[in-house]
């Protein structure tokens, strides 16, 4: 009897263990499964560069390596890249300046309205005054920008440049005359292959 108990104990071990081991495959199988499925979803969902893309943008970089690395003239262009990189980097810097100047200038002079200085009295400070003559004189299409300089100093604003025909220098100054918080306006314009006159000189013609 004995006998029989024991073999039917160690039977049931065998299914027991049988089973035991059937479950842990199964679950082993069911997680490498679901970390299968898991990395198929990243992968699907990773951006993909096209070959064309990666083709254009390495030509593009090969492209640009030879230009500036090219034995003869490689180093003539570095120095031009760099040159006009720090003149925009100047250019902007300037411009920044400048608006920050005449907007300081324009809080001043509403400032001063406000408190009760009147329409004819308004005051900017040289440079935001030198801007605002730039914005009226230089509204047309057709205004010689890049031919006159225009600057202020205590609220004369003098004219510079190479303009032709002379109607268009008296615009200039009439313009200029006419912007408020101008104290005065020497006009130093004068037409190609002329002398540009004196300072002192134009200052007492007017």
């Known amino acids: 009897m004995a006998t029989k108990i024991q073999r039917v104990r160690k039977i049931g071990g065998i299914v027991i263990g049988a089973v035991k081991g059937i479950f842990r495959t199964g679950?082993?199988?069911?997680?490498?499964?679901?970390?299968?499925?898991?990395?198929?979803?990243?992968?699907?969902s990773a951006p993909k560069v096209s070959i064309g893309a990666a083709?254009?943008?390495?030509a593009a970089g090969g492209a640009t390596g030879a230009y500036f690395l090219d034995p003869q003239q490689g180093k003539r262009?570095?120095?031009?890249?760099?040159?006009?990189?720090?003149?925009?980097?100047?250019?902007?810097?300037?411009?920044?300046r400048r608006k920050a100047q005449?907007?300081?200038?324009?809080a001043k002079g509403t400032t001063a309205e406000a408190a009760g200085a009147g329409d004819g009295a308004e005051s900017l400070p040289d440079p935001a005054l030198a801007?605002?003559?730039?914005?009226?004189?230089?509204?047309?299409?057709?205004?010689?920008?890049?031919d006159v300089n225009v600057n202020a100093e205590n609220g004369v604003v003098y004219l510079r440049g190479e303009v032709d025909p002379p109607a268009e220098r008296d615009r200039l100054?009439?313009?200029a005359r006419q912007v408020k918080g101008v104290?005065?306006?020497?006009?130093?314009?004068?037409?190609?292959?002329?002398?540009?006159?004196?300072?002192?000189a134009a200052a007492a013609s007017r």
């Open 55 to 58: 083709a254009v943008v390495g």
């Open 183 to 200: 104290r005065n306006v020497v006009n130093m314009l004068h037409g190609p292959g002329e002398p540009a006159p004196a300072k002192e």
């Open 77 to 96: 262009r570095r120095h031009v890249a760099f040159d006009r990189l720090m003149a925009l980097a100047r250019r902007g810097k300037a411009e920044g």
């Open 131 to 146: 801007d605002k003559v730039r914005t009226e004189i230089f509204r047309g299409e057709d205004a010689p920008k890049g």
């Open 102 to 106: 005449y907007a300081a200038g324009v």
């Open 27 to 44: 679950r082993a199988w069911g997680t490498a499964r679901s970390r299968a499925a898991q990395v198929q979803q990243v992968q699907r």
């Open 173 to 175: 100054e009439t313009s």
